[in-house]
T-cell receptor, first 113, second 113 residues
């Protein structure tokens, strides 16, 4: 699976959009970009994933560049409860298997009141 | 909605003892994953099961073993416990048909004294 690079920490004001970048320059054609987050000591929580098109769900939006070498997770209206470590993970389609996730260092997002 | 259930939530053991952690996946999820998260570290994949067969293996020590039962619940058995095994242990499950999104449980905090 391709390696990802994320800034170690970011701040965002409550109510503003939080934009979390991720570089994955070695991503291959069949690899997806997944985002998870972990609020202190809780189980990681799935947020969103995509292959090449931009995706949106009730939690966030995922913007993937046309060359797929980077992506941005957008939390449109950040709240204090969004303070967490955000992980960008690239993995290939397992074809029905059960591949483990490789968590990198992630970005510690701190929402300021 | 039903979530992944892990038991016990907290466990204290002495060095060289054994421990068994249990995981009950979300109903109709046939795939289970185990992760270990040491203090101040990121989650690390240990092992996974798909349809009761071992599917993927990460950095699981030889002292650890796991299995998935006919009702899809899974148990992680740890023997000859060491101080360094003190960690949060997360179980995750994913639904049928090889969907890779993983849903994590609340974790078991193991303390080895």
């Amino acid at each position: 699976d391709a390696k990802t690079t994320q800034p170690p920490s970011m701040d965002c004001a409550e109510g503003r959009a939080a934009n979390l970048p991720c570089n994955h320059s070695t991503i291959s054609g069949n690899e997806y970009v997944y985002w998870y987050r972990q609020i202190h000591s809780q189980g990681p929580q799935y947020i969103i994933h995509g292959l090449k098109n931009n995706e949106t769900n009730e939690m966030a939006s995922l913007i993937i560049t046309e060359d797929r070498k980077s992506s941005t997770l957008i939390l449109p209206h950040a709240t204090l409860r969004d303070t967490a470590v955000y992980y960008c993970i690239v993995m290939g389609w397992s074809g029905g298997g059960a591949d483990g996730l490789t968590f990198g260092k992630g970005t510690h997002l701190i929402i300021q009141p | 909605a039903a979530g992944v259930i892990q038991s016990p939530r907290h466990l204290i053991k002495e060095k060289r003892e054994t421990a068994t952690l249990k995981c009950y996946p979300i109903p109709r999820h046939d795939t289970v994953y185990w992760y270990q998260q040491g203090p101040g570290q990121d989650p690390q994949f240990l092992i996974s099961f798909y349809e009761k067969m071992q599917s993927d293996k990460g950095s699981i020590p030889d002292r650890f073993s796991a299995q998935q039962f006919s009702d899809y619940h899974s148990e992680l058995n740890m023997s000859s416990l060491e101080l360094g095994d003190s960690a949060l242990y997360f179980c995750a499950s994913s639904p049928l048909a090889g969907v890779d999104t993983q849903y994590f449980g609340p974790g078991t905090r193991l303390t080895v004294l």
